[in-house]
């Protein structure tokens, strides 16, 4: 193809791949020292994915450079398309991604977008700053929530949780994919296919804008416009969900294929927890107390923040009442 033809052929994404890269530099990258990518399998032909460099100890900082995210906005092919590892080396990032798939084009595509809009009005109205737009053009979704400071990997993926806590009473056989995968035990944590064409097919994708679907140069106005929210905007919910205890009084449900006298750790913990063993585990993960209220409820004031005289604080540790 000639150049001019090849510049007719060009799409609003990659026109503006410069933009698009400094953007996302900004806003999803959490580390340049290694990054995601995909490649064709020459025996098969099959594509597949891969770290990349490969072998660890080529990464460098600057190996995701400007430069290379400008290879992906304006990607024609399947190895120019990269992907943004879940946080950095400090274990904290600056997005979490929620991955609504329909890899195999046998689920309810409809289904998946009505309930991706649904997690999507859920976040925003709470003030959080989404990106929502197709993953695979056939019924996937990625839902980015964007921060305008790093948060720990651990708030991050329990945000996540709790934003698709009713997947399976909506109809999921389990709730989608969240990014962070993990709470920082490893290394690199997981990756996601940056936004853009997608990495198989000459596939660009629509973005919600909070009130409709949009294409083209709507779509990358849209994205280049999210500047990240501020982390205090996570409700204190959110990361007590699967964490907070219970100290007595309740039976939980017990699995129908659960062996004889086999007790699981999480009742074992529940059942012998106290206040303080939570608070602990919230210490080690760089919370602060701010107080403890007369009711024997302590506040606590997340990773980065200073208590302030008076004011409590971001998240509020009690046991529950037993039933």
Partial sequence: MGEAAQILKTNAWQTAAPLLAKWAMLRLVNRTDRCGRYYVDRETGATRQCADPADESRAKTGYLSHARLMLHFHASGTEAVVGSYSYGPDKVGKWLCVDIDNHDDKGDA??????????????????????????NGRGGFHLWVLFADPVPAWVLRALGNWLVGDATACGFAKPPEVFPKNDGETDWGNWVRLPGRHHTRDVWPRVWTGGEWVREAEAVEHVLSLAGCDPELIPAEALTHGIEVQTGGRKDKQPADRPAGVVFAWEDFNARATVEDVAAILERHGWTRAGRRGDGAIDFVRPGKKPRDGQGGNLLLRDRVPV
């Fill in 110 to 135: 409809l289904g998946n977008e009505n309930y991706a809009v649904a997690v999507y009005k859920r976040a925003a109205a709470l003030g959080l700053c989404c990106l929502l737009y197709e993953s």
